[in-house]
């Protein structure tokens, strides 16, 4: 439960640092603003000696007016002994956003992570992240109904694939 707490006050304080009310963003961004969630689903986490194993995980992106963003990406039940909804590790990230037309730019500064692998009582990371660290590569956004539809491009093994992340409306 540490772990989360420290998150959620990093997150709190981050967000908090200039007025929400203080509208910083082009007019085509203010329909980005609010929380964005995808429907968890199962990702293979790996396992030892190539062994699959599965989690669910949820990503969430929560866009302010000022022109800051919060991600939170989250693995639940990775691990023996957990519940499904236990969480396993997650990565909350600050930074701004830029829309130019349909292109989408989240610049991220700070990263707290906290990882169940080294236990309950791991200890919780607060990293300043170095400048050009950023959440898509290359995205492309629409909104399409209640749904948030990013095309980016993914680099899992050093070569850039397209890959498609849908979020909803959360708020």
Known sequence: MRPQVVAVAFALLALGCTSPTEVLVAPEALQLVGRWQTVPGKVDVGGAGGDIQTASHQSTLTFAANGEVLTDDRTYGRFPGQR???????????????VDGDSLTIHLTRSVFWDGLYGARAPVHLKTLP???????HAKFRIEGNQ???????????????ATAVYLRAN
Do not use: C, K, Q
């Open 84 to 98: 499904p909804i236990d969480v396993s590790s997650y990565f909350t990230n600050t930074g701004t956003f830029r």
């Open 131 to 137: 400048p050009g660290a950023t959440y898509f590569h």
């Open 148 to 162: 948030l539809i990013v095309d980016y491009a993914s680099y899992a093994l050093d070569a850039p694939v397209a």
